[in-house]
């Protein structure tokens, strides 16, 4: 069993920046995927960026590139989300998300994650 625990979520001004994170606990060990997913009122669950647990791969959705930054600490099992330049769209509840194992699903599927967090808020005003 995982739980995962998300922080740094709150309110922000556009323009400006959060820093989200999210600590796997558990008896698993250095998750295979570690990734973040965002819901905003009315709108579907939406992939917004995952990492690879090796070599720092990453993968990020259209609408975040060049503005997030995921990261990972694999000693912490720990996943972070950088987000700058931060848009009222951007104003979602936002998921941590964890691929155990090896897998060939897809990653940016949200049935294709085993554990998942309880959200935490952002919200971008202006």
């Known amino acids: 069993q995982v739980q995962l625990v998300e922080s740094g979520g709150g309110l922000v001004q556009a323009g400006g920046s959060l820093r989200l994170s999210c600590v796997a606990s558990g008896r698993t060990v250095s998750p295979y995927i570690m990734g973040w997913f965002r819901q905003a009122p009315g709108k579907e669950r939406e992939f917004t960026a995952a990492i690879r647990r090796n070599f720092g791969i990453t993968y990020y959705a259209d609408s975040v590139k060049g503005r997030f930054t995921i990261s990972r600490d694999n000693a912490k099992n720990t996943v972070y989300l950088q987000m700058n330049s931060l848009k009222p769209e951007d104003t979602a509840v936002y998921y941590c998300?964890?691929?155990?194992?090896?897998?060939?699903?897809?990653?940016?599927?949200?049935?294709?994650?085993?554990?998942w967090g309880q959200g935490t808020q952002v919200t971008v005003s202006s």
């Open positions: 998300a964890v691929i155990r194992a090896d897998s060939s699903a897809n990653y940016r599927a949200a049935h294709a994650y085993d554990y």
